[in-house]
């Protein structure tokens, strides 16, 4: 038996890594874990990382830009009904100084980029032969001594430590088995997208989206995209491709009897997306259950004697209609994880009550004060107006405003009221306002 | 853009261990649940890779070769015929994302 690291840490994602990367610069020994051949071998994400924490961990990372697509300057929300789009578009050259505050990854590159960041960390402290990143080793359980967790079991092998962080992802089968989360999750916590990632020639893509160097646009979707199920699209510039998706509600996807790779057919040939897809050469297909990112979801307590739950093994996630943050939750989690994980080693205490801190440190942060803060706006999200009368108004408000026919034409109000009439009425709008209004 | 079957949207997926015969089946379904109880079998349209399928006589069958570890099935299936873990690296299926 070798002698016991000072945190063993199950998953090589973005939680798990930036938990490394803290851990690697205050010369811990610690033990990271990925199942996949490389970290991102298995990580799928729609996706964009929000937020300027990457830059906490890898300072200036926009000065070397071999680890993320395109920085985000052009942002869009497009309303849909089944022949047109209705877009709120937002570009500013203040979103082009970096810190970049939003980045488009790929995370099959981005998660084995990061990786490289955390052993280069990892060489440049006393733990260069003993601290770890290793691959391709499933953890099969956390070994647990009289209720508190001291290890972990992979390839037949223990492996003990004074702390256990959990970044394993949605699929959170170790945070299960001891008991943080009830073995069976339902449907209504969880979502799945799919998506294509669609490659194009550079320059193509430069003039299609307008983009300017490495900036990049983000198009999230609502409406005709999810054919009546809770959810939406979305379409994120990479560097040299398009990643175009869907996130889908699972209990609605199941109540609705709809096939999640149908419905993304159905999207791409939306006239409005089929023009921005012209051309494009599909290169890959992927799936994934996200979190719904409803704090409902997330555990009561993300804490036990000698273990941390850190990004999506927790549900930490958040999509309040503005942009869907997984990734930045993911880092910012392993980082306070971490964070937690030193502070206990200062007091040689791993004790439940210890790591308590950590639960702490997120409802301090932007984490959990936003999950709570946006909680309305979360359910506003899953109302069925949201994704049905709400962009078939818009649309239909849409076609009247911008028709020009050579007879006399009507008044605004006129046309939204017609719209309304056929699609819902004031009172349903009346009563989404207010609690729209509570919401945001 | 010509549209994709889900063969060929799967055609473009790295698998892992794709030549061994004898890959060890990371999933477990009890599908004498499925076409007994059930009322929905609702993992025959959710499931993004269909690995769940009907045949001519409405019986449900589960591969688990093309799975991509996407997780849906375990969580749409609320009549506990499915028993869910990661695919051994060695002895396993699983993919490999060339972009994720």
């Given at each position: 038996?070798?002698?016991?690291f000072?945190?063993i840490?199950?998953?090589?994602?973005?939680?798990g890594?930036?938990?490394?990367?803290?851990?690697?610069?205050?010369?811990?020994?610690?033990?990271?874990?990925?199942?996949?051949?490389?970290?991102?071998?298995?990580?799928?994400?729609?996706?964009?990382?929000?937020?300027s924490?990457?830059?906490?961990?890898?300072?200036?990372?926009g000065d070397?830009p071999?680890?993320?697509?395109?920085f985000?300057?052009?942002?869009?929300?497009?309303?849909?009904?089944?022949?047109?789009?209705?877009?709120?578009?937002?570009?500013?050259?203040?979103?082009?100084?970096?810190?970049?505050?939003?980045?488009?990854?790929?995370?099959?590159?981005?998660?084995?980029?990061?990786?490289?960041?955390?052993?280069?960390?990892i060489?440049?402290?006393?733990?260069?032969?003993?601290?770890?990143?290793?691959?391709?080793?499933?953890?099969q359980?956390?070994?647990?001594?009289?209720?508190?967790?001291?290890?972990i079991?992979?390839?037949?092998?223990?492996?003990?430590?004074d702390?256990?962080?959990?970044?394993?992802?949605?699929?959170?089968?170790?945070?299960?088995?001891?008991?943080?989360?009830?073995?069976?999750?339902?449907?209504?916590?969880?979502?799945?997208?799919?998506?294509?990632?669609?490659?194009?020639d550079?320059?193509?893509?430069?003039?299609?989206?307008?983009?300017?160097?490495?900036?990049?646009?983000?198009?999230?979707?609502?409406?005709?995209?999810?054919?009546?199920v809770?959810?939406?699209?979305?379409?994120?510039?990479?560097?040299?491709?398009?990643?175009?998706?869907?996130?889908?509600?699972?209990?609605?996807?199941?109540?609705?009897k709809?096939?999640?790779?149908?419905?993304?057919?159905?999207f791409?040939?939306?006239?409005?997306?089929?023009?921005?897809?012209?051309?494009?050469?599909?290169?890959?297909?992927?799936a994934?259950?996200?979190?719904?990112?409803?704090?409902?979801?997330?555990?009561?307590?993300?804490?036990?004697?000698?273990?941390l739950?850190?990004?999506?093994?927790?549900?930490?996630?958040?999509?309040a209609?503005?942009?869907?943050?997984?990734?930045?939750?993911?880092?910012?989690?392993?980082?306070?994880?971490?964070?937690?994980?030193?502070?206990?080693?200062?007091?040689?205490?791993?004790?439940?009550?210890?790591?308590?801190?950590?639960?702490?440190?997120?409802e301090?942060?932007?984490?959990?004060?936003?999950?709570?803060?946006?909680?309305?706006a979360?359910?506003?999200?899953?109302?069925?107006?949201m994704?049905?009368?709400?962009?078939?108004?818009?649309?239909?408000?849409?076609?009247?405003?911008?028709?020009?026919?050579?007879?006399?034409?009507?008044?605004?109000?006129?046309?939204?009221?017609?719209?309304?009439?056929?699609?819902?009425?004031?009172?349903?709008?009346?009563?989404?306002?207010?609690?729209?209004?509570?919401?945001? | 853009?010509?549209r994709?079957?889900?063969s060929?949207?799967?055609?473009?997926?790295?698998?892992?261990?794709?030549?061994?015969?004898?890959a060890?089946?990371?999933?477990?379904?009890?599908?004498?649940?499925?076409?007994s109880?059930?009322?929905?079998?609702?993992?025959?349209?959710?499931?993004?890779?269909?690995?769940?399928?009907?045949?001519?006589?409405?019986?449900?069958?589960?591969q688990?070769?093309?799975?991509?570890?996407?997780?849906?099935?375990?969580?749409?299936?609320?009549?506990g015929?499915?028993?869910?873990?990661?695919?051994?690296p060695?002895?396993?299926?699983?993919?490999?994302?060339?972009?994720?």
């Amino acid at each position: 038996m070798e002698e016991k690291f000072d945190c063993i840490i199950v998953g090589g994602g973005i939680a798990g890594l930036s938990a490394a990367m803290i851990l690697a610069r205050a010369d811990a020994r610690f033990l990271l874990i990925e199942r996949g051949e490389f970290c991102g071998a298995k990580n799928v994400s729609g996706g964009v990382l929000w937020g300027s924490d990457l830059n906490e961990l890898v300072p200036d990372f926009g000065d070397s830009p071999e680890g993320f697509e395109r920085f985000i300057n052009h942002r869009r929300l497009t309303f849909m009904d089944d022949q047109s789009a209705f877009s709120l578009d937002f570009k500013s050259a203040h979103f082009e100084q970096t810190p970049y505050s939003g980045v488009t990854v790929l995370r099959s590159k981005f998660d084995a980029w990061l990786a490289g960041k955390v052993e280069a960390q990892i060489e440049q402290g006393t733990h260069s032969e003993s601290s770890f990143l290793a691959t391709d080793i499933l953890v099969q359980e956390v070994i647990q001594e009289s209720g508190r967790v001291v290890g972990i079991r992979a390839g037949g092998e223990d492996f003990f430590a004074d702390c256990v962080i959990l970044a394993e992802g949605v699929n959170n089968l170790l945070t299960r088995q001891i008991g943080i989360e009830p073995a069976y999750v339902p449907a209504d916590h969880v979502a799945v997208g799919v998506k294509e990632v669609i490659e194009f020639d550079k320059s193509v893509l430069e003039d299609r989206f307008q983009l300017n160097g490495r900036s990049g646009l983000t198009n999230e979707f609502v409406g005709f995209c999810s054919d009546g199920v809770e959810g939406g699209g979305f379409l994120y510039t990479n560097e040299k491709s398009l990643s175009v998706g869907l996130v889908l509600g699972m209990k609605d996807l199941r109540e609705k009897k709809k096939a999640p790779q149908d419905i993304l057919n159905q999207f791409k040939e939306h006239p409005a997306v089929r023009d921005m897809l012209t051309g494009g050469k599909v290169v890959e297909y992927s799936a994934h259950v996200v979190s719904t990112g409803d704090i409902d979801a997330v555990p009561e307590r993300l804490y036990d004697d000698g273990v941390l739950i850190a990004g999506e093994a927790a549900h930490l996630l958040l999509n309040a209609g503005k942009a869907i943050q997984g990734m930045d939750y993911a880092m910012r989690s392993g980082i306070l994880a971490a964070e937690a994980v030193l502070a206990a080693r200062e007091v040689s205490d791993f004790s439940g009550a210890q790591l308590s801190g950590y639960q702490k440190a997120l409802e301090n942060s932007y984490v959990l004060t936003d999950m709570h803060n946006f909680h309305d706006a979360v359910k506003l999200l899953h109302d069925p107006m949201m994704f049905g009368a709400v962009p078939n108004v818009l649309c239909d408000f849409g076609r009247q405003f911008f028709t020009i026919r050579s007879e006399p034409g009507q008044k605004s109000r006129h046309m939204m009221t017609a719209a309304v009439k056929r699609h819902s009425s004031y009172w349903d709008l009346i009563k989404l306002g207010a609690k729209a209004a509570r919401a945001l | 853009m010509k549209r994709l079957s889900i063969s060929e949207r799967l055609g473009l997926v790295s698998y892992r261990n794709q030549a061994r015969t004898d890959a060890k089946a990371h999933i477990e379904v009890d599908t004498d649940i499925c076409n007994s109880t059930c009322p929905h079998q609702c993992t025959t349209y959710v499931c993004p890779a269909k690995c769940y399928t009907l045949d001519e006589a409405g019986e449900l069958h589960f591969q688990f070769e093309d799975c991509i570890e996407c997780g849906t099935c375990m969580y749409a299936c609320d009549q506990g015929a499915v028993k869910w873990s990661y695919p051994d690296p060695e002895t396993g299926r699983g993919v490999n994302w060339n972009f994720g």
